[in-house]
């Protein structure tokens, strides 16, 4: 009988000192793991149910936070969720999107599922021309911002032109007239390319 009695107790010392650490992503999902190294730019950490196993890697651009074991937080992403970074996209595009052909125009940017329509309007709103619907959960590839002498700058993303029932591999180009505001919207789209895929 007092074989269990103390057996008892360091059971429950064992489970009390047995530590975890959650990892949410930007995609939304999250798990438990051993953190075991936090570098520049990703962390190392071992499945939690084979501590035994290998170490695994994973990029910090795509996790969201890193909650440790002693309930410490490192709040690794700017957005907390996608409606979040699609609405911080949309709001900079209004403000500072200008049409690359017609100056006068403006932008104004509309999110269909997973993705986006950039369209044209005029000084007071109204549609002047429907631009194309883009694939952002898909993006080949996100150029360096391009800037110009009069402070205009482009963000460059090869992404895939969805047309009804097909997609076709091009380059949305979207005209700003603030590279400080381009720099953010071309990391915002960024995050949102990673939280959009589901099988990271």
């Known amino acids: 009988m007092k074989t269990k009695m103390y057996t008892l107790p360091l059971l429950l010392m064992g489970i009390a000192c047995f530590s975890q650490d959650k990892i949410a992503k930007k995609n939304g999902t999250s ?24 170490t695994h890697s994973l990029n910090k651009s795509e996790i969201y936070k890193i909650t440790y074991a002693n309930g410490k937080e490192d709040l690794l992403g700017k957005y ?6 699609k609405t911080f996209i949309a709001d900079k595009i209004k403000e ?27 000084k007071n709103g109204k549609l002047y021309y429907e631009g194309d619907l883009w694939n952002l959960s898909n993006v080949v ?8 002498k009069n402070g205009d700058a482009f963000l460059n993303i090869v992404t895939y032109k969805v047309k009804r029932s097909s997609e076709k591999l091009d380059k949305l180009v979207i005209r700003l007239i603030n590279y400080g505001v381009a720099e953010e919207l071309s990391e915002a789209f960024k995050d949102l390319n990673i939280m959009l895929k589901k099988d990271l």
């Open 31 to 54: 798990f438990e793991a051993k953190i075991i190294e936090v570098g520049a730019s990703n962390i190392t950490y071992k499945e939690l149910d084979y501590l035994e196993g290998p």
């Open 80 to 85: 907390h969720n996608v409606e979040e970074v």
């Open 96 to 122: 500072f999107g200008a049409d690359r052909d017609n100056g006068s125009l403006r932008l104004a940017a509309e999110f269909e599922g997973n993705n986006i329509r950039i369209n044209s309007v005029d």
């Open 141 to 148: 590839e996100f150029h360096k911002v391009s800037k110009r």
